[in-house]
């Protein structure tokens, strides 16, 4: 079946616009996560959505940034007034999360958005 | 709160044995995940510990102490396609969520 996908790939935007990150995840995933990762640097947790319970958003650098789940499936990471220091690639993962099954916390990432602020 | 240790680089030769060590230390442990990345790539899933001992999956094998806090990645007959960035992740029972190590990059030489 189809797996995480992510739009753009790519963006390149100017310091002070905003800008939209997309993630479709794998139909039937009730948790997902957005992560930062700059280069050479492991993942940094952003927010995570599961199910219909309020997100966790403790990972949101600051209140430039949002994002929202809709329907319980596509998500989107929104970065308003972008800074050049948000310049990196924002991923994100789904996983099954059933109670009980610590197997289904595995996280699927989609291929990620490389944003670079200029 | 919750802090994961991994060396931040290793090199091994073709063909030999490596041992990727990961130390953690959270508040309500729930099981060990192991991820593999590739330098440009997304993280993909290698192998999860939930209970103590030893999980074998061909050439990559893991292990998990609970009481020690401990796991390794253990990556038998190494192969060039090896050298990538290896991610140990821990879930928490009282976080509920998933929560990355720092990673360690591992170079594989001939």
């Known amino acids: 079946g189809a797996g995480v996908s992510q739009s753009p790939s790519n963006k390149v935007t100017e310091k002070g616009k905003d800008v939209e990150l997309r993630c479709d995840p794998i139909?039937?995933?009730?948790?997902l996560y957005w992560y930062r990762q700059s280069l050479g640097q492991g993942l940094e947790f952003l927010i995570y959505f599961q199910g219909n319970s309020a997100p966790d958003k403790s990972g949101l650098p600051s209140d430039r940034f949002s994002a929202e789940r809709t329907g319980g499936s596509v998500s989107t990471l929104t970065i308003q007034r972008t800074q050049q220091e948000d310049s990196a690639v924002y991923l994100c993962?789904?996983?099954?999360?059933?109670?009980?099954?610590?197997?289904?916390?595995?996280?699927?990432f989609g291929p990620g958005t490389r944003l670079t602020v200029l | 709160g919750q802090n994961i240790d991994q060396p931040t680089e290793m090199t091994a030769t073709e063909g030999a044995i490596v041992q990727i060590n990961c130390t953690y230390q959270?508040?309500?442990?729930?099981?060990l995940f192991w991820y593999q990345q590739h330098a440009g790539e997304a993280p993909t899933f290698l192998s999860y510990?939930?209970?103590?001992g030893l999980e074998e999956k061909g050439r990559f094998s893991s292990f998990l102490s609970r009481s020690k806090g401990y796991s390794y990645l253990l990556l038998k007959e190494l192969q060039m396609k090896d050298s990538a960035s290896y991610l140990c992740a821990v879930t928490e029972t009282s976080y509920d969520k998933v929560i990355f190590g720092p990673g360690t990059s591992l170079s594989v030489i001939p």
């Open positions: 139909s039937g995933h009730t948790a």
């Open positions: 510990n939930v209970l103590d």
């Open positions: 959270t508040s309500g442990f729930n099981g």
């Open positions: 993962a789904s996983s099954p999360k059933r109670s009980g099954r610590v197997d289904t916390h595995t996280q699927y």
